[in-house]
Structure formats: structure tokens, C-alpha cells
């Protein structure tokens, strides 16, 4: 059997994760979620009624909460104001309730106060009983946002720039005496 240079080898596994139904929310993490959670680089959290129940490494440190600030704690800490959370809220859940899944964008506050843009993906763990709770994945997309908005700002200020040299040459043509023009 040939071997490619620099590869040792291939792994791949999967955990069965079947919760029973009517696990409480608490418990579910005795079915095998919590070393995964903890391992993930992903940020991660088990919310239950958009409170905080779980929550990995990743997800204290996106947001710069420990995880005993967080638990049992309602997602609103981390918003910047009751209207982005009850948007956000409206949206993941009724997207969840239609097709399994919910995902937005959203803008989430840092224990420092500073904004930071995010991709949320929740899913729930029995789509007919929200009640037993979601997980929530988290991905930090700010400097994607700002590089985005850098982008849209030169190409603005490359289109003024055309339009302005249009201008500069209708104008040196309005200037030329008019029998050139002709």
C-alpha cells in the first residue's frame, strides 16, 4: 500500500448521541456531550428558555465571561440592547420552529463592553420540544465584517475617483473653443 509523504494517517469516528426523550435539559450532557464541548474549538453552548446551561472554553473566551458568570444566566447579558435581543431571538427560533435550524447574524457585547459581530446557529436537540434545549454555535465573524466594509469603502472611493476624472475631462472639453467641438 503506497503512503503520500507527510500523512501519518487517517481518523475518523463518531459518538452515538441518542438522548432519550423527556431528558432533562441538565442531564443531557450525561449522554456524551461534554467532552466534546469542552474539546471543541468551536464556541459552544447548551441554552435552555435562552438561558445559558453549558457553555465551552471558546465561548467564555469570544466573550470574555467566565463560565460561572454564564450559567444559568439569560443570553440578554450579552446583548447591547433588548431590541437586538428580542430580533435575534424572533428569528433563530422562529427559523428553528420552520426548518430545524436557526442561523443569524447578530451583534453580541464582550464582558469589556466592546461589540463584536457573530454568526449564530442554533439547533435544537428534539425539534417537536424546544424545552429540552438548543446548542448554540457561535462564530466570531468581526473581522470578517470590517475587512467586508474596508472593501465596500475603496470601492466607493474608487468609483468617486472615476467619476470625478469624467468630471475633470467634461470639463476641459467645455473649455476647448467650440468649433473643436464639432
Known amino acids: 500500500e503506497a503512503r503520500q509523504p507527510g500523512i501519518t494517517g487517517v481518523s475518523h469516528g463518531s459518538v452515538d448521541l441518542t438522548i432519550p426523550r423527556g431528558t432533562p435539559a441538565g442531564e443531557i450532557w450525561r449522554y456524551g456531550l461534554g467532552a466534546p464541548l469542552q474539546l471543541d474549538p468551536t464556541t459552544v453552548g ?4 435562552r438561558k445559558f446551561s453549558k457553555v465551552n472554553p471558546s465561548l467564555c473566551s469570544i466573550t470574555g465571561f467566565s463560565d460561572s458568570e454564564m450559567i ?3 443570553t440578554r447579558m450579552l446583548y447591547p440592547d433588548d431590541d437586538e435581543y428580542a430580533r435575534v431571538g424572533r428569528e433563530l427560533y422562529g427559523q428553528m420552529e420552520r426548518e430545524g435550524l436557526g442561523m443569524q447574524e447578530a451583534s453580541l457585547r464582550r464582558k469589556d463592553g ?10 435544537p436537540f428534539d425539534p417537536n420540544d424546544m424545552s429540552v434545549g438548543v446548542a448554540a454555535t457561535v462564530l466570531d465573524i ?7 466594509a ?14 470625478n476624472e ?7 472639453l467645455l ?8
Not at 447548551?46 to 428558555?49: F, G, N
Not at 474596508?150 to 467619476?163: A, D, K, P, T, V
Not at 469624467?166 to 476641459?172: N, T
Open 46 to 49: 447548551l441554552l435552555v428558555d
Open 72 to 74: 444559568g444566566k439569560d
Open 114 to 123: 466592546s461589540l463584536i459581530d457573530v454568526l449564530l446557529c442554533l439547533s
Open 142 to 148: 468581526t473581522e470578517r465584517k470590517f475587512a467586508q
Open 150 to 163: 474596508e472593501n465596500e469603502s475603496i470601492s466607493r472611493i474608487s468609483r468617486l475617483f472615476l467619476l
Open 166 to 172: 469624467k468630471f475633470q475631462r467634461s470639463q476641459a
Open 175 to 182: 473649455k476647448q473653443p467650440s468649433h473643436l467641438l464639432h
